[in-house]
């Protein structure tokens, strides 16, 4: 990515000083993209001594220990007003260490996220950044012209202060991780539970990108599903190992969500589901350990049926996430516009959508709204899916097909309108085991606890 997003800039009249670690890569980069643009810089030191100041360094390496050593050997380089910006996947609280740390020396540290993969960072990718505000009147018209464009604009926008960049990247990440999995157990749906053939299976997806589920995850997995293996017949998806991978991100997002209280049940399935697929071993184990008559094919169930689930768990995925964004926001102070965070990932990243313009226009129109779920327009499309999504559960259930992000956005969304639910013997289980104390509907205001040994049995 990080030579992409060097022949992007460059691309834009930049000219680009460039260094790596290690001298061969670097001579191949200039071998194959050479121009008087491209300065190829063997050393640190000469990387820092061919930028004019205040200098800006973009710094696309892999996140954890080798930013820092990264920066260990640069910071002495620097001087007062120099910018570094952190354009990997770096944890957002490791961001927000070093913008302090390279406060402390008078240097600026941004941290970007950066979506959109390799392409995404040559052709045009969303950008991310939050940290030493002081640096965004200089790098924007530097990354602006650099970054994807939607009919809204530049897909680049500053998103606070401290780790925010990075934090805004790593729910984006979450979210994705939400998208992909709903995605995924529809289509594990329509082949095992309605036995679709896959060139139905395209079709259906391809009809779906067309409508209110457009979006670039929906056009690949129309691309997916009924390509051929190469190497023989049959499909190239039944060859794949059934073994998901996860660099993390996902991981981050529901371990923040988790500590902060705050709901996040898609994403949280989304990452268990993968976790559970890295147990091929035990699964086997498992699945001749506890027998089951098969399930019946999946009768009745119309793709309508399927579209509304799907597009109904979406909802909750963003209303979950974007929850997330505002409640972290507030709390850090980082200042997060999130109708500006919807309109930057419309285009360029792995989550654009025109889904999105519908989730900017309703935090564009209600700045403070606390959940997607309360924006009329999404109120009534939710309303119109219930019947249908139930439908898509209980035939899933009765099948014995694991959908656990489905039905974890359902019971989300089905806990919300519970006005009274399990909690309150939850709080006098804990009180009896615990003194933990419990509040009376008449008396919310007092905490009570309750020797519930000696009390009478009705």
């Not at 993969?117 to 969303?126: D, K, T, V």
């Not at 309360?374 to 219930?386: C, H, K, Q, R, T």
């Not at 289980?429 to 009376?440: E, I, L, M, N, P």
Request: proline fraction near 6%; include cysteine; hydrophobic fraction near 45%.
């Amino acid at each position: 990515m990080g030579a992409n997003l060097a022949r992007n800039l460059h691309s834009h009249d930049h000219t680009v000083a460039v260094h790596n670690r290690n001298p061969e890569v670097l001579e191949a980069f200039i071998d194959k993209h050479g121009d008087p643009r491209f300065i190829a810089c063997p050393t640190p030191a000469l990387l820092v001594a061919t930028l004019k100041r205040p200098r800006v360094i973009v710094l696309m390496v892999t996140a954890g220990r080798a930013v820092d050593a990264v920066l260990e050997g640069l910071i002495p380089l620097l001087e007062p007003g120099d910018i570094v910006v952190d354009g990997g996947n770096s944890h957002f609280p490791d961001t927000e260490r070093r913008v302090a740390q390279l406060a402390d020396r008078k240097l600026r540290f941004v941290g970007m996220g950066v979506s959109g993969g390799e392409e995404g960072a040559l052709l045009g990718p969303s950008m991310m950044p939050g940290g030493d505000a002081s640096a965004w009147e200089i790098l924007q018209p530097l990354l602006e012209p650099a970054a994807a464009v939607a009919d809204t604009g530049p897909c680049i926008a500053w998103c606070g202060s401290g780790g925010a960049g990075h934090f805004v990247k790593m729910v984006h990440n979450g979210i994705e991780y939400g998208d992909m999995q709903l995605i995924a157990e529809v289509w594990t749906l329509m082949v095992r539970g309605m036995e679709l053939a896959p060139a139905a299976v395209r079709g259906v997806f391809e009809q779906w990108n067309a409508g209110r589920l457009r979006s670039f995850l929906i056009e690949i997995t129309a691309g997916i599903v009924a390509a051929a293996d190469p190497a023989g017949g049959g499909l190239l998806v039944d060859q794949i190992l059934d073994v998901a991978g996860q660099k993390g991100t996902g991981r981050w997002t529901a371990i923040d969500a988790i500590e902060g209280g705050i709901p996040l049940s898609t994403v949280v399935a989304a990452v268990e589901a993968r976790a559970l697929s890295a147990l091929p071993e035990l699964r086997r184990r498992t699945a001749d350990a506890i027998t089951a008559p098969p399930g019946s094919r999946i009768t009745g169930l119309q793709l309508d049926d399927l579209e509304r689930a799907l597009y109904a768990s979406k909802i909750m995925s963003y209303t979950q996430g974007f929850a997330l964004l505002r409640a972290r926001s507030m709390e850090r102070g980082y200042g997060t516009d999130l109708a500006e965070v919807a309109r930057i990932w419309k285009a360029g990243c792995i989550i654009r959508a025109e889904f999105l313009d519908r989730v900017h226009d309703a935090f564009h129109t209600d700045p403070d709204l606390p959940l997607l779920t309360l924006d009329p327009g999404f109120a009534s499309e939710v309303s119109d899916a219930l019947s249908s999504w139930r439908r898509v559960t209980s035939a899933a259930i009765s099948a014995g097909i694991p959908i656990p992000a489905l039905s974890s956005s359902l019971a989300y969304l089905d806990t919300l309108r519970t006005a009274r639910g399990s909690a309150a013997l939850i709080q006098a289980q804990r009180d009896w085991f615990g003194a933990h104390t419990y509040r009376r509907v008449d008396d919310p205001q007092t905490p009570i606890h309750t020797d519930w040994g000696q009390l009478e049995q009705l």
